[in-house]
């Protein structure tokens, strides 16, 4: 158990590692923020700060002699530098959970295994594979490359056997895998956070809807039943003990409707606090974000309870120059990530609103 | 009006500091934070720090050409680094919070003159002067310095005229005055804001004990009747119209109960966000930290709707000590500062209890 005072190390310093920062620095805990950008807005928040790239073995080394546990901001944190950091100190969530969700196909597999619901999905190792699983899916499906994708990046959407044509190339035939559609009402997710001693709190499920392959609204509570909701909340605690995960845990789950109710359907997981999380600042008693640093701290989890009802707005690109008008709005609570410079499609912030009685 | 990537310079780096320096990372302002102390808790959480004495004017002419604006944690800012300072930007609240509030005389007269009920007072140059004050307030007084005390510094209680003798000297002969003893129901505070705008916006009325001197519980409601939170809410705004004030401003009061019923009377004021509105952190919309930074950048104040009851400790000295049993307390939200050495009276954090219907 890290005492007040003591330093949880985070790989990645975009506006994840800058809220766990915050929410640390709230509970007297200080961060190591290590990341390549010279311009990463964790860094002002944090108490120290390492620019090196993830394979400097010099500055991982002096990174985890600096630290007391090592935590990280994004998934694809390469397996290399989570075993020269782990060999050194805790890494939470642990080696097992960055294996699988760095891998589509492993992911898919190990969530199938415990008997959950997911996306239909095919191994392709090259046209025939991709041909032969388009038809299986009915002409329709998503290609995407097995490693390292996000935000619909490294995707590709096939809507009959023609479209089979150079799709390979456009993901630089990488290993990948094709995902058959799911005809969902609804995409929802479950945050979960595990402790150290294996107890585990879940947020209320949340409901989301995208823009341009990127978050756009998040509410809750996410309009399904009592019973799909007690589900959710299943699946994500079934997940994170099999990973023995510490930390919270994200899933992205399609709610599905047929004749004979509604259905959950995990999509992906990601092992890290998330984007459709970021709800849980304002609205409940601890955020997603105190709920990760305790965790990794070995500390005991936050009541996750629900103060009100909530709709989150990311701010993407342009978005963000409306901040004067947001800051304005009464119950509306704005939150800047920092970055100096605004691109399309760049997360730059968000805003929560609260609905209040 | 500072625009999100611009900085605000916090003259004093202790928690206030570091607290206000959270609250304006999630709104996306920067902060410098100015203390000549090298292990300030503000440092860490702060885009950029200065360590420096507040008269070293190389020092500030530096701080001052890196920020937008300077705000304050500390009232007792020296008036010639307050002057110094606003020749060169913005200085919020201004020099006339920072001239009233420096002198408990100046102060009780300011606010006498706005036709506010005060403690009774008395200037004090002298022993001759001490003795008949403390004879009109029948014997019982507190001798406070002017300038510079707080939490029970500088104070010395008479309770007769024989205390008379070398009370003087115990506070080194100091320019001085004699407050009257009020016989009050309890101590109660009111934060309320001011944007340059003009807008006031207040936070619900505070009932405060103390254990030696030094805030210990601040509960909200504070269990008054409506009519005397709508008046301390009045004495609040006319106070900061009168200051032509900028930023958070903390009113402390004695609620005192006699035949006519509740009245307040005004004990002394913090040009400052105040302890005594730590609570705002958990139970508000938005916090006194946030309101302060809203104002002092010429935002727009925001709503500060309570959303629960809710009681905050303060964790003195060797309270911090408990911080494992706190964090493991449903509800209770713990704010811990960060500061490496617990002294006996050292405020090390607070803990807010919600109470949830």
């Excluded at 310093?13 to 920062?21: E, N």
């Excluded at 998503?142 to 044509?165: I, P, W």
């Excluded at 409940?284 to 500390?299: I, M, N």
Aim: with cysteine; proline share 4%.
């Amino acid at each position: 158990m890290l005492a007040p005072g003591q330093t949880i190390g985070i790989l990645g310093g975009g506006q994840l590692g800058r809220m766990m920062a915050l929410a640390a620095a709230r509970l007297g805990l200080k961060c190591h923020i290590y990341c390549p950008d010279a311009a990463s807005p964790a860094f002002e928040v944090a108490a120290t700060h390492t620019i090196a790239a993830y394979d400097d073995e010099a500055a991982l080394a002096r990174f985890a002699d600096s630290v007391d546990v090592v935590t990280y901001e994004f998934e694809n944190v390469p397996g290399e530098t989570a075993a020269f950091l782990e060999a050194r100190r805790p890494v939470r969530p642990g080696p097992k959970a960055l294996a699988v969700s760095q891998d589509r196909l492993v992911e898919k597999r190990f969530i199938a295994d415990l008997g959950i619901a997911v996306a239909p999905f095919a191994e392709v190792t090259g046209e025939a594979t991709l041909e032969s699983a388009l038809a299986r899916f009915k002409g329709r499906g998503v290609l995407k490359t097995r490693r390292f994708g996000y935000d619909g990046k490294g995707q590709v959407m096939l809507r009959s056997a023609n479209d089979v044509v150079g799709a390979l190339a456009r993901i630089a035939n990488a290993p990948a895998i094709l995902e058959g559609l799911v005809d969902f009402e609804r995409e929802v997710s479950i945050i979960v956070a595990r402790g150290l001693d294996g107890t585990v709190e879940a947020f209320d499920l949340a409901w989301n809807t995208h823009a341009h392959h990127i978050l756009d609204r998040t509410r809750v509570p996410a309009g399904v039943s009592p019973e799909t909701e007690a589900e959710a909340r299943r699946i994500g605690e079934t997940i994170a003990a099999a990973l023995d995960y510490v930390g919270v845990l994200a899933v992205e789950l399609f709610l599905v409707r047929d004749g004979a109710g509604e259905h959950l359907v995990v999509n992906e997981i990601a092992p890290r606090v998330h984007n459709s999380g970021h709800w849980t600042e304002d609205a409940c008693l601890v955020s997603q974000f105190e709920q990760h640093v305790r965790a990794v701290a070995g500390w005991p989890l936050g009541e996750p309870t629900r103060l009100a009802d909530v709709e989150m707005e990311n701010l993407v690109g342009a978005d963000a120059d409306r901040w004067a008008e947001i800051a304005a709005e009464p119950g509306a609570r704005l939150h800047l990530y920092g970055k100096a410079e605004s691109r399309p499609g760049r997360k730059m912030g968000h805003v929560n609103r609260l609905k209040l009685g």
